[in-house]
């Protein structure tokens, strides 16, 4: 199976920072890497898919990069409405695997 | 607009069986493969089962393999998951999911709202 570490475990900004989230493959998925964002109570959202697409809809302060083993997830300026967990998660292989997941908290 | 809808978590003792539903609607079911996501209280996301869009394949994650069973009826656009020989630590949320592309399993874009399974005495 293909690990995902993801961190920070959780991270605390104030509003308007820049937030950054790394992802590593235990190894190469290519660019099969998808983000979610989850609120409590409620399913995952997409907001990235294939590294570094853009879900339709999504603000374009979220973006992503990265490809083999290594990704960066980033909100460029964070917004009030942005307190979730995110998670990383391949698909370059089943069974498809989850990063553990970064719980952002507004400092 | 799409919608997907899961039904059949409940309350069930330690090696008893539930059959969760997952109604979808507005897409066409029968082009894209189904996945289940599980996500126990407090916990990350954890991959359950997937089926192709025929029926014909099906894939499971190893902590479930022998006990779960994934089907579907493309007739109803529906997905199921039959869980049986239920533990303590198949507690959690039940979300099924759809992909974006009809091919991979390219982004999960679509998620129900989950049904909660319990499993104690």
């Known amino acids: 199976d293909i690990q995902m570490t993801q961190s920070p475990s959780s991270l605390s900004a104030s509003v308007g920072d820049r937030v950054t989230i790394t992802c590593q493959a235990s190894?190469?998925?290519?660019?099969?890497l998808n983000w979610y964002q989850q609120k409590p109570g409620k399913a995952p959202k997409l907001l990235i898919y294939?590294?570094?697409n853009l879900e339709t809809g999504v603000p374009s302060r979220f973006s992503g990069s990265g490809s083999k083993t290594h990704f960066t997830f980033i909100i460029s300026n964070l917004q009030p409405e942005d307190i979730a967990t995110y998670y990383c998660?391949?698909?370059?292989?089943?069974?498809?695997?989850f990063g553990g997941g970064t719980k952002v908290e507004i400092k | 607009e799409v919608e997907l809808s899961e039904s059949g978590g409940g309350l069930v003792q330690p090696g008893g069986s539930l059959r969760l539903s997952c109604a979808t609607s507005?897409?066409?079911?029968?082009?894209?493969?189904m996945i289940w996501v599980r996500q126990a209280p407090g916990k990350g996301l954890q991959w359950v089962s997937a089926?192709?869009?025929?029926?014909?394949?099906?894939y499971y994650a190893d902590s479930v393999a022998g006990r779960f069973t994934i089907s579907r009826n493309n007739s109803e656009s529906t997905v199921y998951l039959q869980l049986n020989t239920l533990r303590a630590d198949d507690t959690a949320v039940y979300y099924c999911?759809?992909?974006?592309?009809?091919?991979?399993?390219?982004?999960?874009?679509?998620w129900g709202q989950g049904t909660l399974v319990t499993v104690s005495s």
């Open positions: 999911a759809r992909p974006r592309d009809t091919v991979t399993m390219e982004g999960l874009e679509y």
């Open positions: 507005e897409f066409t079911f029968s082009r894209y493969t």
């Open positions: 998660q391949q698909y370059d292989n089943l069974p498809l695997t």
């Open positions: 089926i192709s869009p025929s029926g014909i394949d099906t």
């Open positions: 294939d590294a570094s």
């Open positions: 190894q190469a998925i290519s660019n099969y």
